[in-house]
């Protein structure tokens, strides 16, 4: 039963990373390296722990679809942010093709943002 708990507890938001995540067939680990977050903060995103900044969830905006993108912009419109905010920096970065290579690099241990 606690399992039935975390699952409603997730949000809308950790339920739309986790889509996303799932659709581009890639594990936290892969995705968190893609993104340049460390990899503990998408179990923690997806879980509903916690929830990302306005520069992660704008960040995340690049690869949503569908219902995975209106839970990101209704997160987005309770911060404050519009969506006229947004069209100008829309559609810059290209989600990556399904099996691409993922970067080498190493998220940053403090959990400080990287630039995309």
Known sequence: MAYHKKLAARGD???ALR???RRMD???TEFSALLGW???LICK????RIEPGVSRLIQLLKWAEGAERAAI???LAARGVSASD???GAGQVQAPARGAEFPSREPA???EELAP
Do not use: F, K
């Open 13 to 15: 938001l950790g339920r």
């Open 86 to 88: 947004l069209t100008e």
């Open 73 to 75: 912009v209704a997160s």
């Open 38 to 40: 460390p990899p503990w």
């Open 26 to 28: 890639v594990n936290q």
């Open 19 to 21: 889509s996303i995540r």
């Open 45 to 48: 995103y997806e879980l509903g």
């Open 109 to 111: 241990a403090t959990g």
